[in-house]
């Protein structure tokens, strides 16, 4: 089965400073990969997709098939940025499964 | 464009009842999916629906069933709950659920179910 796996439950920066969001995944197949943000009192949402290859927000995030990570980026945080983090991987029956999330905290 | 819209939003129930939670997808969106979020598991992927069928399920008891009408509107039901079964039960949409770049997921407000 496969499983994501989000190391850190939660992570503070400063505002400016660059942030990364770890997730690890496994699984046999060719994964998607997603991540999702739900910001305080909102919807979760999605932010991206690594098939789409896109900057959203200022985030990317890539593949890497060889150490099985999709880990977030940002290379200067701002505090709008605070929120919850889920990484998600779809299996090729189109089931999400998601990490257990970080809570990213951007300090002024 | 409305969003998905979940009924109710609160709900309490007591052990050994049933409850049938509902959700209203984005208009043209066919498909439907549930899930469960608890502060030890996690989101936990419950079953999808697509055209009235269910095309996915997840590792969940058959306590815990749904379906789906011919508007696309989704019901999900559980059955004999237990005190386990208090989470918040999110539902998404989408529009045929492939995942492709142009198929994005959007998540309803949610249900919180308190079973006491």
């Known amino acids: 089965a496969q499983r994501v796996t989000q190391p850190e439950k939660l992570l503070s920066v400063f505002k400016g400073a660059p942030v990364e969001l770890k997730c690890n995944y496994s699984?046999?197949?060719?994964?998607?990969l997603f991540w999702y943000v739900q910001y305080s009192r909102q919807r979760l949402q999605l932010l991206l997709r690594?098939?789409s290859r896109e900057s959203i927000k200022g985030f990317t995030a890539d593949l890497n098939k060889g150490e099985t990570s999709f880990h977030l980026k940002k290379p200067f945080a701002q505090e709008e940025d605070s929120a919850m983090y889920y990484c998600?991987?779809?299996?090729?029956?189109?089931?999400?499964?998601f990490g257990s999330g970080t809570q990213l905290t951007v300090l002024p | 464009k409305a969003g998905v819209t979940q009924t109710p939003r609160y709900l309490i129930k007591t052990r050994g009842q049933q409850v049938t939670l509902s959700c209203s997808p984005i208009?043209?969106?066919?498909?439907v999916s549930w899930y469960q979020q608890t502060p030890g598991q996690g989101l936990q992927f419950l079953f999808e629906?697509?055209?009235?069928?269910?095309?996915n399920k997840g590792n969940f008891p058959g306590r815990f069933s749904g379906r789906q009408f011919s508007n696309s509107r989704s019901e999900m039901n559980v059955s004999t709950l237990e005190l386990g079964d208090s989470a918040l039960y999110l539902c998404?949409?989408?529009?045929?659920?492939?995942?492709?770049?142009?198929?994005?997921?959007?998540f309803g407000p949610g249900t919180r179910l308190t079973v006491l």
């Open positions: 998404a949409s989408s529009l045929t659920g492939t995942g492709r770049s142009t198929d994005t997921q959007y």
């Open positions: 699984y046999s197949g060719s994964p998607e």
């Open positions: 690594h098939i």
């Open positions: 998600a991987l779809r299996d090729s029956a189109r089931q999400l499964t």
């Open positions: 208009s043209g969106h066919r498909s």
């Open positions: 629906y697509f055209s009235e069928t269910q095309r």
